[in-house]
């Protein structure tokens, strides 16, 4: 299952940081970022449920980027 969410992130290099971060969440398996679209489409592992996954993922993007948002969770 694949979602998208809107992101706030400052620059490109903290959005690839989070991608990073996103990717090595249990439960996603594949997250890409797109500073410009300011987007993150996320696929998940199978039977992962995003609700449970994605404040993780959120938590792991704020260690990089104390300031950032994912909307939509």
Same mark, same amino acid.
């Given at each position: 299952? !694949?979602?998208? #969410?809107?992101? @706030?992130? @400052?620059?490109?290099?903290?959005?690839?940081?989070?991608? +990073?971060?996103?990717?090595? +969440?249990? /439960? =996603? !398996?594949?997250?890409? =970022?797109?500073?410009?679209?300011? !987007?993150?489409? =996320?696929?998940?592992?199978? /039977?992962? @449920?995003?609700? +449970?996954?994605?404040?993780? =993922?959120? !938590?792991?993007?704020?260690?990089?980027?104390?300031?950032?948002?994912? #909307? /939509?969770?």
């Amino acid at each position: 299952m !694949k979602r998208s #969410y809107k992101i @706030d992130v @400052d620059c490109a290099n903290c959005a690839n940081k989070m991608e +990073t971060a996103a990717n090595n +969440t249990e /439960g =996603v !398996k594949k997250a890409v =970022v797109n500073f410009m679209a300011l !987007k993150m489409i =996320v696929e998940f592992e199978e /039977g992962a @449920d995003p609700s +449970t996954v994605m404040p993780e =993922v959120l !938590k792991s993007c704020r260690k990089i980027e104390s300031d950032c948002e994912i #909307y /939509g969770i």
